[in-house]
Nanobody, 113 residues
Framework: QVQLLESGGGLVQPGGSLTLSCAAS????????MGWYRQAPGNQRDLVAV?????LTTHAESVEGRFNISSDMKTVNLRMNMMKPEDTAVYSC?????????WGQGTQVTVSS
């Protein structure tokens, strides 16, 4: 069982920056990938970015060039730059380990002036 603790959400103005962090604890050996998803009201939960234990990263097209994911497979960070109102959502941390997924509780990110 992996426990995930997220931090860093909040309110930011358009064009601003924010960093989300997620710390994993418990059975963290064998984590294959860590990532971030987001869900806006009325929408499905979508992948934002993911990084594998081998260092391969994937970013959603909507955040490519603005967001950057990094991780040591214990903590995963999401640096968000040039933020837009459409980035407003609940962001959730995700860990994949031996074919199973664990989720954080989610943190609200609001982009508004």
């Amino acid at each position: 069982q992996v426990q995930l603790l997220e931090s860093g959400g909040g309110l930011v103005q358009p064009g601003g920056s924010l960093t989300l962090s997620c710390a994993a604890s418990g059975n963290i050996l064998g984590i294959a990938a860590m990532g971030w998803y987001r869900q806006a009201p009325g929408n499905q939960r979508d992948l934002v970015a993911v990084i594998t234990s081998g260092g391969l990263t994937t970013h959603a097209e909507s955040v490519e060039g603005r967001f950057n994911i990094s991780s040591d497979m214990k903590t995963v960070n999401l640096r968000m730059n040039m933020m837009k109102p459409e980035d407003t959502a609940v962001y959730s941390c995700n860990v994949r380990r031996f074919g199973l997924a664990s989720w954080g509780q989610g943190t609200q990110v609001t982009v508004s002036s």
